[in-house]
């Protein structure tokens, strides 16, 4: 099963109590393609600029990514940097310099129009669109978002959702995109609007799916130390679908599978800056670390 | 087995989003032994005042809950006043009349004495360890605390800490306590202080237990409407020690049905205004919740 993944390829500043990392290689595609890799392979749509040398090329090669569907643009990659309070409760930004990303329109290599699993990372709606009309026969279809669009683009977000089969979103979009609460009427509604179900991510205090099957809830793995949790929801989805795409039938089950193995590699990205404990993972230690989470709950 | 607890008996004020109710019965002592009553009779040791009718005192005596530790004294009962905002996040205390409770001396009845299981509920740990020394043998204690004594009286409530089995705590107190993060190394610090198990409380996202048995997580019951969250805490601390008081034996896979129990009881404490919930549970609603719970997290 072919797994495609548009979002964004970035530079990241990132500080936080237990240090710093500079030009660090981030980005929603990057987490999510590395945190699907010892999975399935999937297929990169981003845009990349004349810094991106063949060391950052070769971090997602090595794990035998696809980045035909990667352009490149004059000028300079999209950059961000931010700072983690100590607990890691807020961040702050320090600056956001999109160059080449603020022209992005993605364009989908003819290889790449088979695609049966489609991740639509956190980019402008309409881009979102113009990805999945540029996909044949789509099987199934993700998408996340967030709050700039949700107040921003508002109508094509609908769109988007109205056309998707999971939506993933953090508890605080799904309050402000649906004015509901507490979070099982917010669901509702979210499911109302179209996707036959919808993760909801929390953070540190795991996740819900909602909808077709029963509700499911994954706790967050208790970490002994947290490093770094820039990208920790883009892994959990690049985590999520690259399980279903190995999976050989979907059914109930697989979601909530994909559910739990998406939370251990949403963990592991925590422990490391940036991508540096997903560059090497491997299917035992998400197996391993499944498994413990799953023991959290069982009597 | 005796299950015995301190704590206050209160008149709330509350007001949320889905209303207001004046001069209901709460307090830790009312919360924590109304919970429990599905599983076992409790013993109450706390102070009321003149006003304190008898159509309050049948609430808990209808629950045959033993209110002979009960004391009456002149003036007023400690009333409190409160207001949540819209996503229940943060609560405004409008006002804390601690009236009688000002000079409570806790002092137990001769037939108190023989108690098994105590919980020592939220105030002043130097009147916590006043009802320890009263109890002959005692076979299980837990105590719940609070920020005020973390910051104030930081060495008397060390020494309950290091006399009690089991320390109930939010995530915010544990941190403060211990001045460790995240959660893991807050909980080894907190058990390295005495207690053999510490239930990490985090409202809405649920509980953590850590300490002898494996970890163990519950995740809080996602309702369809939260009307008032007040003794939520109290209530899982009551039928989480009520669940204990009615095994035949207690061992780890006890502590973690506890857990679930305890979590399903505070999910029915937050359906209703104070505790009009808890006045009419009986134990098969909350099994059936309990089972609700555990579904949440089976694959």
Redesign the interface.
């Known amino acids: 099963v072919n797994l495609l993944v548009v979002g964004s390829v970035a530079f990241d500043n990132i500080e936080t109590r237990a240090g710093e990392g500079k030009r660090l290689l981030g980005g929603s595609a990057t987490y999510f393609s590395l945190a699907a890799a010892p999975f399935c392979t999937s297929r990169i749509v981003a845009v990349v600029g004349e810094d991106f040398t063949p060391e950052y090329e070769e971090v997602l090669t090595n794990r035998d990514i696809d980045i035909e569907g990667l352009q490149r643009a004059k000028g300079l990659t999209f950059a961000w940097g931010g700072t983690y309070s100590?607990?890691f409760e807020t961040r702050e930004t320090q600056f956001t310099d999109l160059n080449v990303f603020a022209d992005f329109s993605p364009e989908l290599p003819a290889s790449y129009r088979d695609s049966e699993l489609v991740f639509l990372g956190n980019i402008q709606p309409s881009l979102q669109m113009d990805v999945l009309r540029q996909i044949d026969n789509p099987g199934l279809v993700a998408a996340d978002t967030m709050n700039l669009w949700i107040n921003d683009n508002r109508e094509e977000l609908l769109e988007v959702i109205r056309n998707i089969d999971i939506l993933f979103i953090n508890d605080e979009e799904a309050?402000l995109l649906t004015g509901r609460?507490?979070?099982?009427?917010a669901a509702s509604m979210l499911l109302e609007m179209g996707p036959d179900r919808v993760v909801i991510k929390?953070g540190?205090?795991?996740a819900?799916l909602f909808g077709a099957g029963?509700?499911?809830?994954?706790?967050a793995f208790?970490?002994?130390?947290?490093v770094d949790p820039t990208g920790a929801g883009d892994s959990f989805a690049g985590a999520f679908m690259g399980y279903l795409a190995q999976e050989e039938e979907l059914n109930d089950?697989s979601f909530?599978?994909a559910m739990?193995t998406a939370s251990a590699v949403a963990s592991y990205t925590c422990e490391g800056f940036g991508v540096e404990k997903l560059k090497r993972l491997t299917p035992e230690k998400v197996l391993s670390r499944s498994e413990e989470i799953?023991?959290?709950?069982s009597?």
């Open positions: 100590e607990n309050f609460y507490p979070l099982l009427k929390r540190e205090h795991g819900f029963k509700n499911f809830y994954v706790p208790p970490l002994d130390d947290i089950e909530r599978k739990i799953q023991d959290l709950t009597i």
